[in-house]
T-cell receptor, first 109, second 114 residues
């Protein structure tokens, strides 16, 4: 399985943008890049995903490097409710998600 | 839609007892997944089904674990006999059948084996 590397933890101030990096140097041409997050005591929830182009939705933006070996999840204005563990996952042929340890994001008021 | 439904939400049992966890996927989803989450090992995929057929059970830890999907709206994960090291949060998720599709997770079942 293709692997991803993320920082263990990050901190942000409330109302400021947050850039969460992910390295995936062994990504294959057909791997989608997914981001999920897990709030305390809840199941993971979908944030965003993309293949080659940058993507935006109401929750976040996903910036994908031109060589696809890295990506960045962007939360435009962090709120206290965004404090969670964020997982970057490569989707290889559909459904075999491999969750790494993720990045624990703390948001300071 | 109510989302993925799991029951029970919490289960406390004694070592050696049989434990059955239940999951109702989102209607119309073709894939169903069982995950386990512990502090030590994080979130692990145990098994997944496509159209009620088990596709990959390589994550099932040992023969004490079994999973079934008798129909498109119901799945069970059974542990028999249970051991203290099985204590974890077990998540069920479902998705449409396509690469790149979103997995929707249930709230999880928190299992404690004494």
């Amino acid at each position: 399985d293709a692997k991803t590397t993320q920082p263990n933890s990050m901190e942000s101030n409330e109302e400021e943008p947050v850039h969460l990096p992910c390295n995936h140097s062994t990504i294959s041409g057909t791997d989608y890049i997914h981001w999920y997050r897990q709030l305390p005591s809840q199941g993971p929830e979908y944030v965003i995903h993309g293949l080659t182009s940058n993507v935006n939705n109401r929750m976040a933006s996903l910036a994908i490097a031109e060589d696809r070996k890295s990506s960045t999840l962007i939360l435009h204005r962090a709120t206290l409710r965004d404090a969670a563990v964020y997982y970057c996952i490569l989707d290889n042929y559909g459904q075999n998600f491999v969750f790494g340890p993720g990045t624990r994001l703390s948001v300071l008021p | 839609d109510a989302g993925v439904i799991q029951s029970p939400r919490h289960e406390v049992t004694e070592m050696g007892q049989e434990v059955t966890l239940r999951c109702k996927p989102i209607s119309g989803h073709d894939y169903l997944f069982w995950y386990r989450q512990t502090m030590m090992r994080g979130l692990e995929l145990l098994i997944y089904f496509n159209n009620n057929v088990p596709i990959d059970d390589s994550g099932m830890p040992e023969d004490r674990f079994s999973a079934k999907m008798p129909n498109a709206s119901f799945s069970t994960l059974k542990i028999q006999p249970s051991e203290p090291r099985d204590s974890a949060v077990y998540f069920c998720a479902s998705s449409f059948a396509s690469t790149g599709e979103t997995q929707y997770f249930g709230p999880g079942t928190r299992l404690l084996v004494l």
